[in-house]
């Protein structure tokens, strides 16, 4: 089925039909870039059905997955791959070492 709306760009469709309308927005949170955890999951059927329903009441509600990004699971892993060594990192360093973790994931 999904092979088949891809073939036919129902997607697009949908978003060409839609444009001009009020805007709805809708953002999912998928899997933390720390692992997969089970409240994005059951939250992003609702918030899929959520854009569609607002796009079948009439509004221009594009589905845009999103990520959790709030950086303290990442800050959390970094520290304790660390251990004592954290001491001794600048603020500058520390927050280098959190991008390379999060680019890295």
Known sequence: MLDLWEQQGIYGQI??????????FCMTALPMQMGISIWPRSQSGVEGHRCQ?????GFDAPYVPGWDCHGLPIEHQVERKQGKAL???SARDFRKAC??????R
Do not use: C, F, I
Not at 53 to 57: D, E, N, R, Y
């Open 15 to 24: 978003r060409q039909v839609a444009k001009g309308r009020p805007d709805s």
């Open 53 to 57: 329903g607002a796009t079948l009441a």
């Open 87 to 89: 001491d001794k990192l």
């Open 99 to 104: 991008r390379e973790y999060a680019t890295n």
